[in-house]
């Protein structure tokens, strides 16, 4: 690195709870005495937020990014345009490439740290990296693990020095506590532990002993590059492209000991957990699995060792790691050499993740909306918008569609709670953003007429909108809400009472979305119940409750799951299996459907619960 080289900081992150655990978390450990400011003492450094604009004031104030402005300069660059629905890789790399970009002829030298807001750092990772830095490599890599976000959280918090904002934990102490709280995707990725496996892991890891685990990662994580080249193009994910893309003269180094380096990613439990599931790999497989995405350089990764480790390595354990971990990675490797290397520009996954982008980004919703009315077959694949072509889009769907049923006995809730002439007087809000969350954004929308949608999280940052809903009035509010989000319930029946005319009513629709935690239905009206227990001290009251069961929903979710793990190696052969099964999946549909449509079913798997809560009447204590 030249004499007037700097340093900028690329962090994504939007979402005002993404922010909150970033800057509680995140920026205490990057400001930690061997990260952040030893860098700034050897470099000018400037630390580049990329971000929503409605968020910024979310850091402006927060004493750790005033601590964070006494090493570097710190910055702002909007990427609104770039947020769209469930698309966070695409959105990330395009947001690091407008960032770097916007440089022009200065990034040639600059040096672009790429980091990640879910990131724990040890302290002495960015002082491991000034080495690297120094010996002048144009692109610096690294590799990491998850560790459960539930597990450890309230640990870390603990940790953080309240007055300074400092997050200071060396590498081995990290590994220590990392080590007993694996994330169950990280666990899957131990190779020689044969409980579980993961056919779409990028990484493998070999569990030496409690002490010392290694890792050979097809994919790493760019966490340093400076760019060689100005006139580079994206053609696929940052971590798939940058390096080879912008460092043609193959000037590439791995930190390859946790001693110089470190980051523990912290995940919550549900994090990818569809992909994990009981018994060994099976060479065969994974190797099938792994030709479906990994280009020429991903390959040349995985001959590389990071040591993770909480002692010194003695030489004769480092002999025998090198010997079992090559042993596994040569097996991989000569099977992969039957399957020709993906492109690292123009790659397959990107392909398709770039035409949903596009896709969304011409129907992108204005500022203050939740959603744009397109229908969600418009942003997926050939597969699955001939599914929907045969099954209908939800909620406009046939009876041959296993939710047939459940829409129609939410249709009739509704129609009986909400009379035709008050459609005009109810607001729906929103507590998430997903796909999850589309159908019912269009059942309300097309079904009812209902036209005032926001999403909360939005919302509130619009004092001028939440002014001009507070001066009007509604008779009726529906709030759409997972199981997760019920926990902030009390702070949204809050906000919402001030929208709300006297003895005003709220539709609480919570919906049992795909997550692996809830195996079964039965107990979900019944949590739900638990987590609703904070707004008995509320000036509301329940009128009424309604719990909606579809057996057909959890059969396929089984299905899917069957599916996933019988073929969860091959995309081809999972596409094959859901075609084959999709007649007798729909014949099945429809015979339920009819058979139950005037039934009330009371058992089994819970979809969605609904509670209706109306305001009391303000009583006058008065003599």
């Not at 009812?448 to 008779?475: A, G, T, V």
């Not at 629709?509 to 949590?527: A, R, T, Y």
């Amino acid at each position: 690195m030249t004499n007037d080289d700097s340093i900028c900081v690329l962090l994504a992150v939007w979402g005002e709870r993404y922010i909150q655990d970033f800057l509680s978390l995140g920026l205490p450990s990057l400001l930690a005495p061997g990260n952040l400011p030893i860098l700034a003492n050897h470099y000018p450094v400037r630390f580049v937020f990329l971000t929503r604009t409605t968020d910024i004031p979310l850091f402006n104030h927060h004493p750790a990014v005033q601590k964070l402005s006494a090493y570097c300069v710190i910055e702002f660059i909007p990427l609104d345009d770039l947020i769209t629905l469930e698309n966070y890789s695409t959105t990330l790399t395009l947001a690091l490439d407008r960032a770097i970009k916007s440089t022009g002829k200065h990034m040639l030298k600059t040096y672009f740290l790429i980091l990640m807001a879910d990131y724990i750092l040890a302290d002495g990772s960015l002082r491991g990296l000034i080495r690297y830095l120094q010996a002048g490599y144009s692109g610096i890599c690294a590799g990491n693990f998850q560790i459960l976000k539930e597990d450890t959280k309230a640990f870390f918090l603990n940790k953080v020095d309240k007055d300074n904002h400092i997050l200071k934990i060396n590498p081995r102490d990290l590994l220590a506590y990392s080590f007993g709280h694996l994330h169950p995707v990280t666990l899957a990725s131990i190779y020689n532990q044969g409980m579980l496996h993961n056919y779409q892991a990028n990484r493998f890891l070999y569990r030496y002993n409690s002490e010392i685990m290694v890792g050979r990662f097809y994919l790493l994580h760019a966490l340093c590059i400076r760019p060689e080249v100005e006139t580079y193009q994206v053609g696929s994910s940052f971590d798939y492209s940058f390096i080879p893309e912008m460092c043609p003269s193959g000037k590439i180094a791995v930190i390859n000991d946790s001693d110089d380096y470190l980051v523990v990613e912290i995940q919550p439990k549900k994090h990818e957990l569809l992909n994990v599931v009981y018994g060994n790999y099976h060479p065969k497989k994974l190797a099938l699995a792994l030709s479906e995405w990994t280009t020429k350089q991903h390959r040349e990764n995985a001959k590389v060792s990071i040591y993770f480790h909480t002692r010194d390595v003695l030489p004769e354990e480092k002999s025998v790691i090198e010997s079992e971990t090559t042993l596994f990675i040569n097996k991989l490797t000569d099977k992969l050499k039957n399957y020709k290397e993906q492109p690292y520009y123009n790659h397959p996954y990107w392909c398709g993740a770039i035409e949903g982008f596009n896709a969304q980004r011409q129907l992108i919703h204005n500022d203050k909306d939740l959603f744009n009315v397109a229908p969600a077959t418009e942003i997926f694949s050939l597969p699955r918008k001939l599914y929907y072509r045969f099954s209908g889009v939800p909620p406009k769907i046939f009876p041959w569609h296993y939710r047939w049923r459940e829409y129609h006995l939410l249709m009739k809730i509704f129609k009986d709670q909400i009379t035709s002439q008050k459609i005009d007087d109810t607001i729906a809000f929103y507590s998430h953003y997903n796909l999850e969350v589309m159908p019912y954004y269009r059942f309300f929308k097309e079904k009812f007429n209902i036209s005032i949608h926001y999403h909360l999280e939005k919302i509130i940052n619009y004092p001028d909108k939440m002014k001009e809903l507070k001066n009007r009035k509604f008779q009726n509010c529906i709030l759409l809400v997972s199981l997760e989000n019920l926990l902030n319930i009390k702070s949204w029946l809050s906000l919402i009472e001030t929208c709300l005319k006297a003895r005003g009513k709220i539709f609480i629709l919570i919906i049992n979305e795909v997550n692996p935690l809830i195996q079964s239905g039965d107990n979900f009206p019944l949590e739900c119940a638990y987590r609703m227990s904070s707004i008995f001290n509320l000036r509301y009251r329940i009128i009424n409750t309604f719990a909606i069961y579809n057996n057909l929903a959890y059969l396929k979710r089984y299905i899917v799951k069957i599916v996933n793990y019988l073929f969860g190696y091959s995309k081809k052969l999972k596409f094959l299996c859901y075609g084959l099964l999709g007649l007798p999946g729909s014949i099945v549909s429809i015979l339920v459907n009819i058979m139950t449509i005037f039934t009330k079913i009371k058992f089994g798997y819970c979809t969605n619960v609904v509670i209706v809560l109306e305001q009391e009447e303000e009583k006058n204590d008065g003599y």
